[in-house]
């Protein structure tokens, strides 16, 4: 599980590396923080473990704090195309 978990993570992070490079960094790194929830699923569903309620917590901050960004920014994207 251990080598396999490895592969993936270095897969992923060189996907993560491509997709910075040919998208546009104010949207692509919202999703980064995805990695949160697919540690959390994977982490239940392999492992057989469970964070404690304060990692949680914090990863609720976190991408509760990465939405609301992604949220303004298609606002205030909404807002200079009306005044345009």
Do not use: C
């Not at 599980?1 to 997709?19: D, F, M, P, R």
């Amino acid at each position: 599980y251990l080598t396999a978990s490895t592969l993936a993570l270095v897969i992923a992070y060189q996907l993560s590396i491509a997709v910075m490079r040919v998208g546009d960094i104010s949207f692509v790194s919202q999703f980064r923080y995805s990695a949160i929830l697919w540690a959390l699923i994977f982490g239940y569903l392999v492992f057989g473990e469970f964070p404690d309620l304060i990692t949680i917590i914090g990863g609720t901050i976190i991408i509760v704090a990465g939405l609301m960004i992604l949220w303004t920014n298609q606002n205030e994207k909404k807002a200079e195309t009306k005044n345009n």
